[in-house]
């Protein structure tokens, strides 16, 4: 399994920009989440999937936009950057049926708006 | 708001000594608490996590304390060794999938 992979690793964008990190898992979890990484502080939940073809909003969701069309992917869009938005972005799944709520992260996408 | 409140913000030690890290939280709906571990330009891993009906839970040299009424929880580490420096996180979860993470705490080991 490779788990949890997340493409690109490093991005620049310019302001204004648009661009969409891709997510993907091959655990089959259905749990699917986004969140971003501000230098010294926690992570913050930016969408969040239970399943294929739903979606909800996490604690900072705007300028950003998610879809789930199959359980494996869930690719994040930026729209219109903005500095910021510069961020560490990492994606994580776990199963949604479990007595435990371990979640998966992937590597993280360092991501600079310039 | 914040929903977990996590302490100190780094936290310096010898080999050997028993680093101690501190959580809180207010929503009783949480019912997982799990710490994750993470390196420099890595993602969080999971190291421990308890559920609010045990008091303490040990693997290895980490222990989960956790205090229900109090609502706080907080992660030891015996025996800590430098490869035990890195940032941990703790967090809470609820079942519907939202899980709120602390603002992490980085931990040295000096040799």
């Known amino acids: 399994n490779a788990g949890v992979t997340q493409t690109p690793k490093f991005r620049i964008l310019k302001i204004g920009q648009s661009m969409t990190l891709q997510c993907a898992q091959d655990m089959n979890h259905n749990y699917m989440y986004w969140y971003r990484q501000d230098p010294g502080m926690g992570l913050k939940l930016i969408y969040y999937s239970v399943g294929a073809g739903i979606t909800d909003k996490g604690e900072v969701p705007n300028g950003y936009n998610v879809s789930r069309s199959t359980t494996e992917d869930f690719p994040l869009r930026l729209e219109l950057a903005a500095p910021s938005q510069t961020s560490v972005y990492f994606c994580?799944?776990?199963?949604?049926?479990?007595?435990?709520?371990?979640?998966?992260f992937g590597p993280g996408t360092r991501l600079t708006v310039t | 708001q914040q929903q977990v409140k996590q302490s100190p913000q780094s936290l310096i030690v010898q080999k050997g000594g028993i680093p101690i890290i501190n959580c809180a939280y207010e929503n009783t709906a949480f019912d997982y608490f799990p710490w994750y571990q993470q390196f420099p330009g890595k993602g969080p891993a999971l190291l421990i996590a308890i559920r609010p009906d045990v008091s303490e839970k040990k693997e290895g040299r980490f222990t989960i304390s956790f205090n229900k009424s109090a609502k706080q929880f907080s992660l030891h580490i015996m025996d800590s060794q430098p490869g035990d420096s890195a940032t941990y996180f703790c967090a809470a979860s609820m079942k519907g999938g939202k899980s709120t993470f602390g603002d992490g705490t980085t931990l040295t080991v000096k040799p």
């Open positions: 994580a799944s776990r199963f949604g049926t479990s007595r435990d709520y371990e979640q998966y």
